[in-house]
């Protein structure tokens, strides 16, 4: 992972490549190598953080737990409100919920603006 500071702003639009793939179709590799260039960040299977990496204390690319990995604390500081959000366990299921195969076309088709 490379160091990057999600913290940092500047003037530009954060740009997101979501990647969407089956098991074993390149996509780990394709994420893994567009997170070695400069200014771009590949989180892994980022529905994996709310199933697996939290709860489990799961290792970070960089080594430590996903709790005391700064760039992740930095990211879930600036993203959640612990006096407002909900816990990790609900995060986890919308995710499973929403995120499911079959749930990601309407996905895209309602963000196009389509029904």
């Known amino acids: 992972m490379n160091d990057v500071d999600p913290s940092e702003t500047n003037d530009e639009k954060l740009k997101v490549l ?4 089956k098991g074993r179709s390149g996509g780990t590799l394709l994420s893994n190598l567009l997170g070695q260039i400069d200014g771009f960040v ?27 990995c700064p760039f992740w604390q930095e990211v879930l500081r600036t993203t959640l409100d612990p006096q407002r959000d909900p816990d990790v366990a609900t995060i986890a299921s919308w995710e ?20």
């Open 18 to 21: 979501y990647l969407i793939g």
């Open 42 to 68: 590949s989180t892994g299977e980022l529905r994996d953080l709310w199933i697996w990496a939290i709860p489990e204390s799961r290792l970070c690319g960089c080594g430590r737990p996903v709790q005391e």
């Open 96 to 115: 499973r919920r929403i995120m499911s195969w079959p749930a990601i076309p309407r996905m895209f088709a309602q963000a196009a603006g389509r029904p």
